[in-house]
């Protein structure tokens, strides 16, 4: 599977938005998983948001929960983020990541997706 590079990161002031975007033409919509991680420095990489493609399922972090919100494009075989209300402590690397699975749901956990994109930064300013 590829993951092509995320884009969208960007610098944007406390409570306000971006969206991150992401493609992956593999695995096949019927047994993809895909999922936004972020790192910040110092810590440990962490489940954002994940989205099941052929059912549409998804799972959030509770600490996203109400501000994020994780969507796909078939046609564009592109997976978005739409992040509002930004506070100070999104900031982060997010990377995008996908799987093959032929399941229902979805995972937030890192050591459940092989294909990683290489990251794009958020910045969030006081």
């Known amino acids: 599977a590829q993951v092509q590079m995320e884009s969208g990161g960007g610098l944007v002031q406390a409570g306000g938005s971006l969206r991150l975007s992401c493609t992956a033409s593999e695995p096949p919509p019927d047994a993809r998983v895909m999922a936004w991680f972020r790192q910040a420095p110092g810590k440990e990489r962490e489940g954002v948001a994940c989205l099941n493609w052929s059912t549409g399922n998804s799972a959030y972090a509770d600490s996203v929960k109400g501000r994020f919100t994780i969507s796909r494009d078939n046609a564009k075989d592109t997976v978005y983020l739409q992040m509002n209300s930004l506070k100070t402590e999104d900031t982060a690397m997010y990377y995008c990541?996908?799987?093959?699975?032929?399941?229902?749901?979805?995972?937030?956990?890192?050591?459940?997706?092989?294909?990683w994109g290489q990251g794009t930064q958020v910045t969030v300013s006081p």
């Open positions: 990541a996908a799987e093959k699975r032929y399941m229902t749901g979805c995972y937030l956990f890192t050591s459940e997706y092989r294909y």
